[in-house]
């Protein structure tokens, strides 16, 4: 059984490691996973003892918020340093091409590689809603996600016909790039600026838009009720919803542990292929906690084939983990964190799944604007920089075998 280090130890180490000014908060979620940790200064260069503290903690927490990294002090070269002692930093599908087509719908092509020039990605038509007012931070790194919901201009010189105001529905449960051999670990958000109207009938940011037109996307068609129920549970402020997927398997019996602990799922980059088998339950190498990893059907429905069980039929498949979706789901394992200004969360995607909350889009109020950004690594964490993957690896699982620049790791 894993002993979980106590809230008073992990403050204690904090304290020994950072100083007497951090402060812990926690868990966050019912769960039991989840910790907000204030008084670290992430623009500063940690030492090996402070990064080791720090990856311990979210090997055992799962979620970790570290609050009030504000610009100008912490800015994204910043944040890409710090995820470099995670694993290494991958680029990020949408800002690459592949055979001149979008990266993240044709992954197995091996196609030419182009990454995409700054001017031509979603950053520019970003930077033109709300000009003078709300501009995506300084980066030139293939490496930062942009997840905004505003891509449009508010220009009335612009003759362009306005775009309505709508809420657009969540998305689906998933884990950050799961489907490749070697997935994701650990994925970190930086906040920028979170929706602070709350208008709608519902007195939230929006109104459940499965109240107003229940509707089965972005799922298939044939799931039951009860799971559509759970899935569709969604936060209605902005928050990003997750699933403590360790809590989840803990919360099973001995024998469906067993059961789980011997499963292997298929995954496919694209419907045809061989593909690749993957333990379905995964060991965190430093706490030893067991969770499930992305143990979903049908996580990125119409982008990536459903996976299937090893020694299972689709449809035994589908029906086997529907029944873990329906059991991961329960409320219990549930946790909608809340985002602030400034905010650097992380989260370890072998122990968690998260969700896109529903969200008005094409806004027209800077109130309405929701901006994050997102950077995520695999591999094993390195306490000292820069990290020393070694070629070979890097060439197999990081595309282009990227790496940070030098100097970003450096010179700050
Ligand atoms: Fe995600």
């Not at 602990?261 to 694209?270: A, G, I, K, Q």
């Not at 799944?353 to 695999?378: C, E, G, T």
Request: contains cysteine.
């Amino acid at each position: 059984m894993v002993i979980v280090p106590s809230l008073k130890e992990t403050a204690r180490r904090f304290k020994e490691s950072f100083g007497d000014g951090v402060t812990i908060d926690g868990p966050l979620a019912s769960s039991g996973a989840g910790l907000r940790i204030e008084g670290l200064d992430l623009a500063e260069n940690l030492n090996p003892q402070q990064v080791e503290c720090l990856i311990d903690t979210l090997a055992y927490y799962r979620i970790i918020c570290i609050p009030n990294q504000t610009q100008p002090r912490f800015d994204l070269n910043h944040l890409e340093r710090f995820a470099n002692h995670w694993g290494a930093p991958i680029p990020h599908p949408s800002n690459f091409l592949r055979d001149g087509k979008p990266a993240q719908g044709d992954w197995a092509s091996e196609g030419e590689l182009q990454f995409i020039p700054l001017e031509e990605r979603a950053i520019q038509s970003v930077n033109k809603t709300f000009p003078g007012q709300l501009q995506v931070l300084d980066h030139t790194s293939p490496a930062v996600l942009i997840v905004s919901n505003f891509r449009g201009t508010l220009d009335t010189k612009t003759p362009k016909p306005t775009k309505v105001l709508r809420v657009a529905r969540g998305g689906s449960w998933h884990t950050d790039i799961e489907y490749e051999p070697e997935p994701l670990t650990v994925s970190m958000f930086l906040v920028h600026k979170m929706p602070i109207n709350r208008e709608s009938p519902s007195r939230t940011w929006v109104h459940d838009p499965e109240l107003v037109e229940p509707h089965i996307g972005p799922y298939f068609e044939g799931s039951s009720e009860l799971l559509m129920k759970r899935r569709k549970n969604l936060p209605l402020n902005g928050e990003t919803a997750f699933v403590d997927t360790a809590a989840a398997y803990d919360a099973l019996d001995k024998k469906q542990q067993q059961i789980l602990d011997r499963t292997h799922v298929r995954r496919r980059l694209n419907t045809g292929d061989t593909g690749w088998l993957a333990p379905l339950v995964r060991t965190h190498p430093r706490s030893e906690i067991k969770s499930l990893h992305s143990p979903i059907w049908a996580s990125r429905p119409r982008v990536r084939p459903p996976i299937e069980i090893d020694g299972m039929n689709a449809q035994d498949s589908r029906l086997f983990l529907d029944e873990i979706e329906t059991h991961i789901l329960k409320s219990e394992f549930r946790y909608d964190h809340i985002h602030q200004t400034g905010d650097v969360t992380i989260w370890d995607n072998h122990m968690t799944l998260h969700n896109s909350p529903p969200m008005q889009i094409n806004i027209k109020s800077i109130a309405d604007a929701r901006l994050l950004y997102r950077i995520s690594v695999k591999g094993t964490p390195s306490l000292t920089l820069p990290r020393e993957d070694h070629p070979d690896w890097l060439a197999k699982h990081v595309t282009n075998s990227y790496k940070t620049d030098n100097e970003l790791l450096t010179n700050q």
